[in-house]
């Protein structure tokens, strides 16, 4: 069973750069089963797709978060991350990493990203 | 960007009632929604996906329908355990998007 684990930034200061890794255990980032994502949740509203990254290191981004993302695989450590520039205190959110057919599952647990002065 | 549409907000209802949360996109989706449960401080769980197959272990009491535009999430009687928020989500083509969520209180 694939198991998904977000690592912790810490907490943010305007203009740095998030980055943010999801450990995946019980399965491959190199599977052509899953492609790989990341969403996020503002406290106490929605879900907002960031982007995914397919088994082959294609990357989707959100076009509300494109000129600041990246996404990327790593393989060697069985794992994928996330890259936000420039942060602001728009970005604070819970941020889950996940599988992807389309629909996201399994899920991360989450991890609170706070971006304050 | 595929918009999606839930309604409603917040819906009160009672165990063993019926309950229905609708999902409407701009534009045809085919069938390609999920639906999900989240409990507050968890991650969401999907509960349906391609609009009405139902995820392993997942209750029969839960159930989808629909296809292009509109969709439905329904509770056929239901549980303590089912009071939530509740998210439909397209990926029918990038960007994904998810609706704004129902929440689903005790009455």
């Known amino acids: 069973q694939v198991q998904l684990q977000e690592s912790r930034p810490g907490l943010l200061k305007p203009s740095e750069t998030l980055s943010l890794s999801c450990s995946v255990s019980?399965?491959?980032?190199?599977?052509?089963?899953?492609?790989w994502g990341w969403i996020r949740q503002p406290p106490g509203k929605g879900l907002e797709w960031i982007g995914s990254v397919s088994y082959r290191g294609k990357t989707f981004y959100n076009p509300s978060v494109k000129s600041r993302v990246t996404i990327s695989l790593d393989t060697s450590k069985n794992h994928f991350s996330l890259n936000l520039k420039s942060v602001t205190a728009a970005d604070t959110a819970m941020y889950y990493c996940?599988?992807?057919?389309?629909?996201?599952?399994?899920w991360g647990q989450g991890t609170l990203v706070i971006v304050s002065s | 960007d595929i918009q999606m549409t839930q309604s409603p907000s917040t819906l009160s209802a009672s165990v063993g009632d019926r309950v229905s949360i609708t999902c409407r996109a701009n534009e045809s989706i085919s069938s390609w929604l999920a639906w999900y449960q989240q409990k507050p401080g968890k991650a969401p769980k999907v509960l349906i996906n391609?609009?009405?197959r139902l995820e392993s272990g997942v209750p029969s009491r839960f159930s989808g329908s629909g296809s292009g535009t509109e969709f439905t999430l329904t509770i056929s009687s239901l549980q303590p355990d089912d009071f939530a928020t509740y998210y439909c989500q397209h990926y029918n083509s990038y960007p994904y998007t998810f609706g704004q969520g129902t929440k689903l209180e005790s009455k």
């Open positions: 996940a599988g992807s057919a389309g629909w996201f599952d399994p």
């Open positions: 019980g399965g491959s980032v190199s599977s052509p089963a899953y492609f």
């Open positions: 391609k609009a009405s």
